[in-house]
């Protein structure tokens, strides 16, 4: 209950920052699939061909064992309310003191609406918006969070300092499952793969901020001013 609560405190905050700056968010991703049926029925005639989040993923690299990374730990699953996966390092860097098979970060994936409602946390600190540079072709997208006290609803621990971390967001839609599954594996048609065009428009749906460009760094950012 009070994890309920807590996630119910901090997403009331992102839903009054968005306010602040005219957007409504929505609730949901079945909001958003209903939005776009509607509005796109050329494009989308169907449920089955509306993409939607696959996966948020949370990368950390802390670059070193030890106490740094037991904090960061701490802080990934305080912020995402799940246990991060141990990272390890493929192969031995020796100007930076990492060996093979070192434990160098940590990696949390969020699906349902657990990675929908993290990725409006997120990307909050871009004034939620996301930057057509920052796409690939299929509609899928990264970004960068230097600082994790930036996301609506945290606190500074003194105890656990601060961490920064990679979000990854995979866009998909039905039928993608043939690339997983353990027996007559196949590969996703073309023309079945999710566009970036339509990826656009769910996020603009989702009440999300489009710009054309890239995306500028978190300092370049701070120096024009946030407007919270």
């Given at each position: 209950?009070?994890?309920?609560?807590?996630?119910?405190?901090?997403?009331?905050?992102?839903?009054?920052?968005?306010?602040?700056?005219?957007?409504?968010?929505?609730?949901?991703?079945?909001?958003?699939?209903?939005?776009?049926?509607?509005?796109?029925?050329?494009?989308?005639?169907?449920?089955?061909?509306?993409?939607?989040?696959?996966?948020?993923?949370?990368?950390?690299?802390?670059?070193?064992?030890?106490?740094?990374?037991?904090?960061?730990?701490?802080?990934?699953?305080?912020?995402?309310?799940?246990?991060p996966?141990?990272?390890?390092?493929?192969?031995?860097?020796?100007?930076?003191d990492?060996?093979?098979?070192?434990?160098?970060?940590?990696?949390?994936?969020?699906?349902?609406?657990?990675?929908f409602?993290?990725?409006?946390?997120?990307?909050?600190?871009?004034?939620?918006?996301?930057?057509?540079?920052?796409?690939?072709?299929?509609?899928?997208?990264?970004?960068?969070?230097?600082?994790?006290?930036?996301?609506?609803?945290?606190?500074y621990?003194?105890?656990?300092?601060?961490i920064?971390?990679?979000?990854?967001?995979?866009?998909?839609?039905?039928?993608?499952?043939?690339?997983?599954?353990?027996?007559?594996?196949?590969?996703?048609?073309?023309?079945?793969?999710?566009?970036?065009?339509?990826?656009?428009?769910?996020?603009?749906?989702?009440?999300?901020?489009?710009?054309?460009?890239?995306?500028?760094?978190?300092?370049?950012?701070?120096?024009?001013?946030?407007?919270?």
């Open positions: 209950m009070a994890k309920k609560a807590k996630k119910s405190e901090y997403m009331d905050k992102v839903e009054e920052l968005a306010k602040s700056m005219g957007l409504k968010l929505a609730k949901n991703e079945e909001e958003v699939i209903k939005k776009l049926l509607k509005k796109y029925p050329d494009k989308f005639p169907n449920k089955m061909l509306v993409p939607k989040i696959s996966a948020v993923v949370i990368n950390c690299s802390v670059g070193k064992s030890g106490e740094p990374l037991e904090k960061a730990r701490k802080i990934l699953e305080e912020l995402t309310g799940r246990k996966k141990l990272v390890r390092a493929k192969k031995t860097i020796k100007q930076f990492i060996h093979k098979k070192q434990p160098i970060g940590w990696v949390v994936t969020l699906r349902g609406q657990e990675a409602d993290f990725l409006k946390r997120a990307i909050s600190v871009y004034d939620f918006k996301v930057y057509e540079g920052s796409m690939d072709k299929y509609g899928n997208f990264s970004f960068g969070i230097d600082e994790h006290i930036k996301l609506p609803g945290t606190r621990d003194p105890e656990l300092g601060t920064g971390f990679d979000v990854s967001v995979t866009m998909e839609r039905a039928g993608y499952r043939v690339i997983r599954r353990r027996l007559r594996k196949s590969k996703i048609p073309e023309r079945h793969r999710v566009k970036k065009e339509e990826v656009i428009l769910y996020l603009k749906e989702m009440g999300l901020r489009v710009v054309s460009g890239k995306k500028p760094t978190l300092a370049e950012l701070a120096m024009g001013g946030r407007g919270r």
